[in-house]
């Protein structure tokens, strides 16, 4: 039984990996018509149904804390390198690229390291702003201002540096394996 949130937190990112390497490294036909992500949500939660995870207070602390904060963050990388003109054309809306998961050795420590310290630093801003100005509830809030920051940003030289997406994605991979885990309770 896990009862570490960092034990935790690693279970879970060695799921979202392993999945991500069966899908990307491997010629199984399963993902074809079926995404990692399913498996990584029900791998995730059968964990959590089983009672390998012990939802003690400190992991639900930790769900809590990686999940606000990772949210925005990932919302912030994914509209980073959008291209909105082909949006507004709708060229290619419903082409999916792959991108694969963000990797230090695939990108460079410096630029990694970068994209998360600096999307982390723009969730926790957006926190900030949710916390002191509320649309309609704080949840909106700090989506509604990840979303226009991402956007805003995607108009500067921050558009230009590559690799916001693999990240993006990993941190997307880790959001879904924590819901699972959670919502199986």
Same mark, same amino acid.
């Given at each position: 039984?896990?009862?570490? *949130?960092?034990?935790? #937190?690693?279970?879970? =990112?060695?799921? =979202?990996?392993?999945? +991500? !390497? #069966? ?20 791998? /995730? ?26 949210? *925005? ?11 909105? &003109? ?10 999916? &690229?792959? +991108? ?8 460079? =420590?410096? &630029? ?15 926190? !900030? ?8 509830? &704080? ?14 940003? /995607? ?16 941190? !997307? ?8 885990? +959670?919502?199986?309770?």
């Amino acid at each position: 039984m896990i009862t570490q *949130p960092l034990l935790y #937190l690693f279970t879970l =990112a060695s799921i =979202a990996t392993l999945f +991500y !390497l #069966l899908e990307s490294k491997t010629s199984l036909k399963i993902f074809n018509s079926i995404s990692s992500l399913l498996f990584i949500y029900t791998l /995730s939660m059968l964990f959590t149904s089983v009672g390998i995870f012990e939802f003690n207070e400190e992991i639900k602390q930790i769900f809590f804390k990686t999940t606000i904060n990772l949210l *925005p963050a990932m919302l912030f990388l994914m509209l980073l390198q959008m291209n909105f &003109r082909e949006l507004l054309k709708f060229e290619k809306l419903f082409k999916q &690229r792959v +991108y694969g998961i963000g990797c230090a050795c695939s990108m460079g =420590a410096k &630029r990694y390291w970068f994209l998360i310290v600096l999307s982390l630093g723009i969730s926790f801003f957006i926190q !900030l702003l949710a916390f002191h100005f509320t649309l309609i509830n &704080r949840t909106i809030t700090v989506i509604f201002f990840a979303l226009l920051l991402g956007f805003l940003g /995607s108009f500067t030289s921050l558009k230009k540096l590559n690799g916001s997406k693999e990240v993006a994605k990993s941190m !997307l991979y880790l959001s879904v394996a924590l819901l699972g885990s +959670y919502f199986s309770l």
